[in-house]
């Protein structure tokens, strides 16, 4: 098994510029979620998904953050405008059943920086 | 709100040596609990998943307790060598499917 794929693995963008990141999760795990690494904050869950429906974005911080699952080997976490601010490691994780019986598998991550 | 707590956050030790990493949780209505290890730049791999209803899971030289009605879990890692030095990270699986994580424990073993 490849484990959780997600691209890019860096990326440089300038501020107000449109990113996207993407993750593919393990075959036939059915929970999917977006974490964002940072060192004053540590992990902070930003959404999560099951079934490819999304079940909690509270952790979103706000609106120029979207993430969608078109299906369930593939989804997107879209920052629009960008801000330095925005400057961090996003992790993607997936499981088969929300982590209750076998827990989670995460990515390599994907390191943003806005300049 | 489900709070982790991992001390020390730092921890240096000589080659050879037992390590004993510790976690706590404010909430103990938790699934499971899962110990992450991390090193610079790189993802988080999972060592070990204790279910709620187990004491312990062990791998390797690697064991961990989990006592959910005091809040703890305890990472033991026995006869440490440099290859070990990475950030360990606790993280409980909690009732609403989140995953709370602690700020972990960076761990330098000397040669």
């Known amino acids: 098994d490849a484990g959780v794929i997600q691209s890019p693995r860096h990326e440089v963008t300038e501020m107000g510029q449109e990113v996207t990141l993407r993750c593919k999760p393990i075959s036939g795990h059915n929970s999917l979620f977006w974490y964002r690494q940072t060192m004053m904050r540590g992990l902070e869950l930003l959404i999560y998904?099951?079934?490819?429906?999304?079940?909690?974005d509270s952790g979103m911080p706000e609106d120029r953050f979207s993430a969608k699952m078109p299906n369930a080997s593939f989804s997107t976490l879209k920052i629009q405008p960008s801000e330095p601010r925005d400057s961090a490691v996003y992790f993607c994780a997936s499981s088969f059943d929300r982590g209750v019986s076998y827990g989670y598998t995460f990515g390599s991550g994907t390191r943003l920086t806005v300049v | 709100k489900q709070e982790v707590t991992q001390i020390p956050a730092a921890l240096s030790v000589p080659e050879g040596e037992n390590l004993v990493l510790n976690c706590s949780f404010t909430d103990s209505a938790i699934y499971n609990l899962q110990w992450f290890r991390q090193d610079p730049g790189k993802g988080l791999t999972s060592l070990l998943l204790i279910q709620s209803s187990q004491r312990e899971q062990t791998s390797g030289r690697l064991n961990a307790s989990l006592d959910k009605s005091s809040g703890r879990s305890t990472l033991y890692i026995a006869a440490s060598q440099p290859g070990d030095s990475a950030t360990y990270l606790c993280a409980a699986t909690t009732n609403d499917y989140k995953l709370s994580f602690g700020a972990g424990t960076t761990v330098t073993v000397r040669a």
């Open positions: 998904f099951n079934n490819n429906v999304p079940i909690d």
